[in-house]
C-alpha cells in the first residue's frame, strides 16, 4: 500500500479542497442575494445536484482516507469499501427518486443523468465488488478503487462546475429581466 500513499494523499487533499470551494461559491452566491424569487426556488430543486456533489467529493476524500490507514488487512479493507459501496448505492437510489419526481420545476438534461445518476451509480457499484473481491484479487482491486476515487472526483468536479455556471446564469438573467423592468413588483423577483 506504501506505493500508492501520494495518489490518495493528492486525490483526498483535492477532493477536501474542492468541498470547501464548492460550499463557499453556493454561500457567496445566497449571502449576496444573487439567489432571489424564482432562482432561490430553483436553488431549492437543485440541492438534487448540490448536495451530492459534497457528498461524491467527500466519498472520495473518505476513501482515500481509508487507503492510507496504516496497519490496513485485507478483510477490514474489503468490508468498508464493501460497505462505502453499499452505501453510496443507497444514497444514489435516493437521489434517483427525487430526480424522478421532478417536483423542483427542472427537468434534467442528458448530461445531468449522466453525472449525476449513471457514473455515481457505476463507481459506487464498481467500489461494493471490489470489496467482494479485494480477498481473492487484491492488486486489480486496488486499481479499482484507485479509478473509482478518481470517477467519483471527476463527477464533482463536473458537477461542481455546472453548479457554478447555473448560479452564474440565473444572476445574469435576473438582472437583465431588472434592466428591463420585468423584476415584477417591486420587492419581489421573478
Keep these: 500500500m506504501t506505493d500508492w500513499q501520494s495518489l490518495y494523499v493528492m486525490l483526498g487533499s483535492s477532493s477536501a479542497a474542492l468541498t470547501g470551494l464548492t460550499f463557499v461559491v453556493i454561500t457567496i452566491s445566497a449571502e449576496r442575494g444573487d439567489l432571489t424569487g424564482s432562482a432561490l426556488a430553483r436553488l431549492t430543486g437543485l440541492r438534487v445536484f448540490i448536495t451530492p456533489t459534497a457528498v461524491h467529493f467527500c466519498a472520495a476524500l473518505w476513501l482515500s482516507a481509508l487507503m492510507c490507514i496504516p496497519g490496513q488487512t485485507a478483510l477490514t479493507l474489503a468490508v468498508l469499501l464493501a460497505a462505502t459501496g453499499a452505501a453510496g448505492l443507497i444514497y ?13 420545476g427542472y427537468n434534467p438534461f442528458l448530461s445531468d443523468w449522466i453525472w449525476n445518476a449513471v457514473l455515481p451509480v457505476t463507481g459506487y457499484l464498481a467500489l461494493a465488488a471490489t470489496g467482494l473481491a479485494l480477498p481473492y484479487e487484491p492488486a486489480t482491486c486496488l486499481y479499482a478503487v484507485s479509478g473509482v476515487v478518481l470517477l467519483l472526483l471527476f463527477i ?7 453548479v457554478v455556471v447555473w448560479i452564474t446564469t440565473e444572476r445574469h438573467a435576473h438582472r437583465e429581466r431588472q434592466r428591463r423592468g420585468d423584476g415584477g413588483p417591486k420587492g419581489v423577483s421573478q
Design 156 to 162: 464533482g468536479i463536473h458537477n461542481a462546475w455546472d
Design 92 to 104: 444514489c437510489a435516493a437521489l434517483l427518486r427525487r430526480m424522478l419526481a421532478s417536483s423542483f
